[in-house]
């Protein structure tokens, strides 16, 4: 099966260098590397056409998550449609043989997606949450498993998956004009089809990030205005409410057995700021969109007009 790397790329030639190198030591090669590239003024552009990518560049006001990955896709020449972010770093020569393999072998794995370590630079805090989110142990998930792991069964990543591309075709590619979230949206309409996801394990990337208090709140804010707008997703697998107490205890037990006691409440205010952005966005039609934006880390989606709903008189 032919394979197709896609990365959207936005002033990131730091870390898109280190992750073009690592993929040019692979065990399975990629067909092509195709980068959409939104008007970097660095040397983003220089740096991927250096290492035989080619790039396809939009207008930046032009970018939106599922749409501008829809149309990469479509462009895309793969049996094997692998999406990565510029940000990420392969752990081992293997990561993109591993990632892919369960489609390769599988005819009924529509996608896969693959372990993200907490990188270099992470706080205990970022590396517990990578920890969490990525366990050790790969797995097959079905559209049965939502009754035992809830909204987790579609908890996947397009920083490191691989899709079928036939699969994805089936389903449309990714829904356009979410504020993020199409990943979850793919796998939700993949496992309704009849079609398996995979968490492979062994593919492995170091990749996180070291928000701040702020951050952390507009983050779940963006989580809250993508479950609200995505209710069937919540209504077909459920709510996260237990995952985040399972989220909570277990950080908690991280940092005890590490003797990180100072941490421990820096952790908890997290936690409030978490839940407290999440019910925020939640209930963000009744926000005036100047205020919601604001509390967002996805501005220019507001500033786009990409809301449907009322904006609250504002």
Sequence with gaps: MSISIIIPTRNGSGTLRELLAALTIQSLQADEILVIDSDSDDDTVETATGYGAVVHSIELDSFDHGGTRTMAARMAQGDV????????????PT????????IRTSNDVSMSYGRQLPSFQATEIAAHLRNFNYPSESRVKTYDDR???????????????????SSLAEIGFF?????????????????????????????????SHNYSWSEEFCRYFDIGV???????????????????????????????????YRMIGDF????????????????????P??????????????????????????
């Design 147 to 165: 009754k035992q792991l809830g909204f987790e069964t579609v908890f996947v990543s397009n920083s490191c998956a691989a899709y079928r591309r």
């Design 268 to 287: 908890m205010v997290r936690v409030g700021l978490k839940f407290c952005g999440y019910r925020l966005g939640r209930t963000h039609r009744l926000l």
């Design 95 to 102: 990561m993109l043989e591993k990632l892919t393999a369960p």
């Design 289 to 314: 969109i100047r205020l919601a934006a604001k509390l967002s880390m996805n501005q220019g989606w507001w500033e786009n007009n990409r809301v449907t709903a009322s904006d609250g008189g504002g």
């Design 81 to 92: 449609l692998v999406f990565l972010t510029q940000d990420v770093l392969p752990k081992s």
């Design 175 to 207: 829904e356009a004009d979410l504020i993020f979230g199409e990943d979850s949206c793919a796998a939700g309409r993949l496992l309704e089809n009849g079609g398996k996801i995979a968490y492979a394990a062994e593919a492995a990337v170091y990749h």
């Design 226 to 260: 993508f479950h609200d707008s995505q209710k069937w997703l919540l209504d077909s697998f459920g709510g996260a409410g237990g995952r985040g107490l399972d989220y909570t205890q277990s950080g908690l037990t991280y940092l005890w057995r590490r003797r990180s």
